[in-house]
């Protein structure tokens, strides 16, 4: 193998009683043991050893009736290293290893915030199921952490559709382990919710110290080491490059100078410079203004105004506070139409453009609905915007998009509701990512066939979606509807508690008769239980975990203080300074090392102008301040190399009023 884990592992299987028969091969070929048992049903032909492959080890034990034996598997760099390893632990008597292992995790657990031992609403059943599911919860997150890079949390410790991806396949993507920054953040609030603060303040210092790259951002994904992942795909996703900054501010690093000017700086100055569109949205499938990305930017350009006022950096706090006011004020423009097919007003999934009325049309990937208008696709990422304490959950356009999501969204299982990540109203589901159901207008067959075999399928309900919900009706004051929505999150778990990626809605289907195809094979599928994506999501147990949080305290526990406070505080939100660049204009052309930058604001007001590089390897925004005059006129010069330059011009004043405006020009 090549990349960061190319280092030569041996593995041994090591058996109390001797092997009647043993064989080493490799997967897929005629000495696997496997493929041998299922044509002869027996183990023919024996291999002594399986060298530089996909390495699958089959043995024969003497099984005696009554008589239980001990299997030990061991990995070290070398052989007789393995054999040694395997051999001590089959020396132990496993009641000692399981206890062991057990005291680990009791000692974990007992340092956690654990759940209440009863939620109003819920049944005795439903609070027994709810305790368990909660401390299983904490468990897998914190078991999702690398064990050798302290911080690195995975997505899921899953390939997602597994069972259909051939074992000699080389790690090239579509792999969970690995680690997103927007999972992360999601992980982290559930370590914040059960008071994991350790672990949490590792993950923010493991993605800043070792996956943020050198212009401030964030890859997609990033190998257990942080170096970039195979299958990053060169997708730029700006809301995982704003939460680490929300998560490093909520773990306690404000205050730390070097730590602000080598990290902090850099992923808002990389904002500021690429905000408020870039990249993918959530989803990971398209471009746009997209709600739920907006949402995350205010959030983490807040928090890095607070930093970089504890950092002693109050140009920066100006800048960065300014332009998460000018996201706040604008998100509906950019996101929410009044010329769409279902209501007079309501949030739309993205926009491409910016303008939510106009006739902008985009495919939905998967094999879903091509060409589709941008007003007629909906999704609930919107609620983020209320989660982060951006806008109110009684706001006219969150209430009104509410009934829009559940009529385009939502399905009713025998676990209770749920809803899909997007779509547009339409018989069946319209996101294409999920295991097929012929039914739905996507292009896939057969029933059953897992997504990854071509790309195409049917998407299904995504639990955690639950989640998201109960805590807008929490926040609204509904706690009976977010109780109810708690109770069949959990019911949607799959196992001993494991929250799935997806959720089957549709009627059950059979499982395919063995030796079906794996790649074409249906799994089975029950309503209202896990579809055959992945289980556990992490994002998901995390989900759960705080929502339980939520019902206790009667609030949701990981809204930031500092957006809630800046936007739905006593006082009304940041009022609008008018600021306007009148030199140089949009586009032009400069030339030299330096551009005089000239504009008008509020008499008065702190103006900070920050001019950045945007298409730098190592993007960093210049900032220069001065205050306005007695006429609001105002002139500082800046940096403008040679190259695309955007320049970013912020007002303050008194505290209470921001204003933003901004400029690209291309320096000679």
């Known amino acids: 193998p090549t990349g960061p884990f190319s280092a030569q592992v041996v593995g041994a299987l090591v058996g109390e009683r001797p092997f009647l028969a043993e064989s080493s091969g490799f997967v897929g070929t005629p000495s696997d043991g496997l493929e041998q048992l299922d044509t002869n049903h027996r183990l023919g032909h024996e291999y002594r050893s399986a060298e530089d492959g996909n390495v699958v080890q089959t043995a024969r034990i003497d099984a005696r009736p009554g008589q239980p034996f001990t299997l030990a598997l061991g990995f070290a760099p070398t052989a007789s290293g393995a054999i040694a390893t395997a051999s001590r632990s089959a020396l132990e008597p496993f009641g000692q290893t399981l206890a062991r292992y057990a005291a680990g995790w009791h000692g974990y657990d007992a340092g956690l915030t654990g759940p209440p031992s009863h939620l109003a609403g819920f049944s005795a059943a439903e609070d027994s199921a709810m305790q368990r599911t909660y401390w299983l919860s904490a468990n897998v997150i914190k078991a999702a952490e690398d064990k050798t890079n302290i911080g690195a949390f995975v997505a899921s410790p899953t390939d997602p559709w597994g069972q259909s991806v051939p074992a000699a396949t080389t790690h090239a993507g579509w792999t969970y382990r690995e680690v997103f920054a927007r999972d992360s953040y999601e992980t982290f609030t559930g370590l914040l919710a059960d008071g994991d603060r350790t672990s949490a303040k590792a993950m923010v210092r493991f993605l800043f110290d070792r996956v943020q790259q050198p212009d401030g951002s964030f890859p997609r994904d990033s190998e257990l080491d942080g170096s970039v992942a195979p299958d990053t795909f060169g997708l730029s996703e700006i809301d995982e490059d ?359 604001t509020a008499p008065g007001a702190t103006v900070a102008v920050g001019a950045g590089q945007p298409n730098s390897s190592t993007d960093s925004v210049d900032v220069a301040t001065t205050v306005a005059g007695p006429g609001g006129d105002f002139q500082v010069t800046v940096p403008t190399p040679s190259g695309p330059n955007v320049i970013t011009a912020t007002a303050t004043l008194g505290g209470h009023g921001t204003g933003w405006t901004q400029v690209a020009v291309t320096g000679t």
């Open 242 to 600: 704003a939460y680490p900054l929300l998560m490093a501010w909520e773990a306690g690093l404000a205050g730390d100078v070097s730590f602000y000017r080598d990290h902090i700086r850099p992923a808002a100055d990389f904002i500021v410079d690429h905000g408020p569109n870039y990249g993918v949205e959530r989803w990971e499938e398209h471009p746009g203004y997209s709600p739920s990305t907006i949402a995350a930017e205010i959030a983490g350009l807040v928090a890095a105004g607070q930093l970089a006022a504890a950092g002693g950096d109050t140009a920066r706090a100006n800048l960065y506070l300014a332009t998460a006011d000018d996201y706040q004020r604008n998100v509906k423009n950019w996101t929410v139409t009044t010329t769409g097919p279902y209501a007079p007003r309501y949030f739309i999934r993205l926009s491409p453009t910016g303008d939510p009325n106009g006739a902008e049309t985009y495919n939905l990937g998967n094999g879903s609905l091509n060409d589709v208008d941008q007003r007629s696709v909906i999704d609930a990422g919107f609620l983020e915007l209320t989660r982060l304490g951006e806008l109110s959950p009684h706001d006219p356009d969150v209430q009104a998009s509410l009934p829009v999501v559940d009529s385009v969204l939502e399905s009713h299982t025998a676990s209770g509701p749920g809803w899909h990540r997007y779509g547009i109203k339409a018989s069946g589901a319209t996101d294409g990512y999920g295991d097929c159901y012929e039914p739905d207008p996507t292009n896939c067959a057969p029933t059953g066939e897992p997504w990854y075999t071509h790309a195409v399928g049917s998407g299904h309900l995504w639990p955690l979606l639950d989640g998201e919900r109960a805590e807008q009706d929490l926040q609204a004051g509904d706690y009976p509807a977010a109780a109810g929505l708690a109770v069949s999150l959990q019911r949607m778990t799959w196992g001993l508690g494991y929250v799935p990626e997806q959720a089957w809605e549709d009627p059950d289907v059979p499982a395919s008769p063995f030796g079906s195809d794996p790649t074409t094979a249906s799994i089975g599928f029950i309503n209202g239980k896990a579809a055959g994506s992945a289980a556990p999501l992490i994002w998901g147990q995390a989900q759960y975990l705080r929502l339980i949080r939520d019902l206790a305290s009667r609030s949701v526990v990981d809204q930031p203080s500092v957006t809630r406070a800046r936007y739905l505080g006593s006082g009304a939100a940041p009022a609008v300074e008018p600021v306007t660049i009148s030199s140089p204009a949009p586009g032009a052309t400069v030339a030299g090392a330096t551009t005089v930058v000239s504009g008008t």
